[in-house]
């Protein structure tokens, strides 16, 4: 079964300074797909960036970029110029499509970041 | 376009007793998940609809749990009776997966706040 690790449950940083999310996750799969949610006080997960692992290329979406690594089966996500609106739970998910998979959705544990002004 | 609606946001309830939660998809969207997030963790897939007919159940308690998906349109979970551990936020998501690859994001509502007490 496939299992999804944020070993990191709170992170801070200064706003217009950058972080970086950890996450691992563990599949015998080579087609897939992971993705970083964002999850504010509202309660509405949001997608930040995905990211398909037949391409070696690093999405990014704005100031949001991840750092794929597939034979390490690492994932993270880096945030520059962090903004006090990025302060939010982060869930990083990994889901399988069909043959194989159902487009069902796993998700780690999340990381709570918290931007400082 | 709107997005996916839920209701009611904050439910309190005695164990035992029943209660029932609601899910309007987005407008065409053909997959549509419930998901249980308990405080601490990330969400969990209870259950998983292809239009009408469920793909994915594995996760659901059906011994309390309960799920339908009304013409391949709204959905409604139901838990009878309910237990202090269902106290969690229960999300509904949707996505379209028209083809392998597109809609692999899946929209998500504000979710419901269940406590049980």
């Known amino acids: 079964a496939q299992t999804v690790t944020q070993s990191q449950p709170e992170m801070s940083v200064q706003e217009a300074e950058t972080v970086t999310l950890s996450c691992t996750y563990d599949t015998s799969e080579s087609n897939y797909y992971l993705f970083w949610y964002k999850q504010p006080p509202s309660r509405q997960m949001i997608l930040v960036i995905r990211?398909?692992?037949?391409?070696?290329q690093n999405a990014t979406e704005n100031r949001f970029s991840v750092n794929f690594q597939k034979a390490a089966k690492s994932f993270s996500l880096k945030i520059s110029d962090s903004q006090l609106g990025d302060t939010a739970m982060y869930f990083c998910?990994?889901?399988?499509?069909?043959?194989?998979?159902?487009?069902?959705?796993?998700f780690g544990t999340g990381t709570r970041l918290k931007v400082l002004a | 376009e709107a997005g996916v609606a839920q209701s009611p946001r904050y439910k309190i309830i005695e164990k035992r007793q029943s209660v029932a939660f609601w899910c309007n998809p987005i407008?065409?969207?053909?997959?549509l998940y419930w998901y249980q997030q308990i405080l601490g963790q990330g969400p969990k897939l209870l259950i998983q609809f292809q239009n009408n007919g469920v793909v994915d159940d594995s996760q659901l308690p059906k011994d309390r749990f309960s799920a339908e998906r009304l013409k391949g349109v709204d959905s409604t979970l139901k838990i009878q009776p309910a237990k202090l551990e269902d106290s969690a936020v229960y999300l509904c998501?949707?996505?379209?997966?028209?083809?392998?690859?597109?809609?692999?994001?899946?929209?998500f509502g504000q979710g419901t706040r269940l406590t049980v007490v």
């Open positions: 998501a949707s996505s379209p997966f028209i083809r392998r690859d597109l809609g692999t994001e899946a929209f």
């Open positions: 990211q398909e692992a037949y391409k070696q």
């Open positions: 998910a990994f889901m399988k499509p069909p043959p194989s998979g159902t487009y069902k959705y796993i």
């Open positions: 407008s065409g969207h053909a997959t």
